[in-house]
């Protein structure tokens, strides 16, 4: 799903929307009814007691909520090597996720399929919204086992991310090629707390539609309250089902800044889209951070890159609210934004999605 606009009115209402609340109004084409996007926060990946980790799904779910997190995603280990991970106890993780969910903070139940040694590829990668789980150390279980399970499996839609992938994970990315399932659609490019840019340029190149999520990783209670870092969402409204499709669309970015909020149009479409054919791309950029009495949160540079990071254009901006207008080029396969705040220079605090060329 794609939200087309018609680009002039559209921006002019983007920007009045970001100005006087959280989301972004965009008009799609005649006939629809404009769907209200909003910014939602959370983390994608956490473990509890029944795996590796510490803690119930309650205790973990709960000081999430009590954080400030929109959404929460618990993904232990599916090992059957941890005594606590078995069925029943997925069954009552998923119980717990919809027992702890309300209107105002969604729980994801979810899997870390790990330690997979096959030669079909090494490396983790997360499932959400998953309705059962698949033993990656289970006999004849490899990637494309695993993808073929994510594609033929279950009985509503999930959504997977690599996982803390560098450019040698998953046999170097040398796998798959012809499998490559939509609903693998996410990229850990921050996870406990490190970056991960020269493994999600890895994975463009190698043709892979990801999109960057940051991924706190906790083992225990640890993180969900020191931890800045975020995966945003752009969806219409928080609910499990939104999450999901907003994430499958690859209406999602990460960033170090919990409440930083980035929103890329790029000729009339958010950024996760995979475009026609064409011969320049009209950027919108929008970037809010609501801490305006936070010097260093201020919006000082942005950047439009290309494969393998490449610039393709920058501009510096010295405020908390930023809205960019420019165009590039279309002759490279996918283009995606990096935002630099005050706090640090040396590295980006937000990456969006891709948007891809046909
Ligand atoms: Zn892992
Ligand atoms: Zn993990």
Redo the contacts with the bound molecule.
């Keep these: 799903m794609t939200y087309r606009s018609r680009p002039a009115i559209t921006e002019l209402l983007l920007c009045i929307a970001l100005t006087i609340c959280t989301g972004c109004r965009i008009l799609p084409s005649a006939g629809q009814a404009p769907p209200k996007l909003h910014h939602y926060f959370g983390n994608t990946h956490s473990h509890t007691s029944f795996s590796d980790g510490k803690g119930t799904p309650a205790e973990l779910i709960e000081l999430a909520q009590k954080t400030g997190l929109d959404f929460y995603a618990i993904t232990d280990h599916a090992l059957t090597k941890y005594p606590g991970y078995t069925p029943a106890n997925y069954e009552f993780t998923r119980h717990e996720a919809d027992r702890l969910t309300t209107s105002r903070f969604v729980v994801i139940p979810g899997f ?1 399929y ?1 330690e997979n040694d096959g030669p079909g590829a090494k490396g ?1 990668a997360n499932v959400l919204n998953a309705a059962s789980t698949l033993n990656a150390t289970g006999p004849n279980c490899d990637y494309p086992r695993f993808f073929d399970w994510l594609t033929h499996d279950q009985p509503q839609p999930v959504v997977a991310s690599f ?2 992938a560098g450019p040698a994970t998953y046999n170097a990315w040398d796998f798959g090629t012809d499998l490559r399932p939509d609903n693998v659609a996410l990229f850990e490019i921050i996870n406990s707390g490190k970056p991960r840019e020269p493994g999600f340029y890895t994975a463009l190149d190698h043709g892979w539609r990801v999109a960057p999520v940051a991924a706190m ?1 906790n083992h225990g209670p640890w993180r969900i309250t020191e931890a800045d870092y975020r995966t945003g969402v752009l969806a219409p409204e928080l609910t499990r089902d939104a999450l999901i499709q907003a994430m499958l669309d690859r209406h999602v970015y990460a960033t170090w800044g919990k409440n930083l909020r980035v929103t890329c149009f790029v000729n009339g479409v958010l950024t996760g889209a995979v475009l026609p054919k064409t011969d320049s791309l009209d950027w919108t950029i929008s970037v809010q951070d609501p801490d305006t009495d936070v010097p260093t949160d201020r919006i000082t540079h942005i950047k439009i890159l290309g494969p393998q990071g490449v610039v393709v254009t920058e501009h510096d901006f010295d405020k908390h609210s930023v809205h960019w207008k420019t165009q590039t080029p279309a002759d490279l396969p996918c283009y995606f934004v990096t935002v630099y705040t005050a706090d640090k220079t040396d590295a980006p605090t937000a990456y969006s999605s891709p948007v891809w060329l046909k």
Excluded: A, F, R
């Design positions: 870390e790990s983790h996982n803390h990783d």
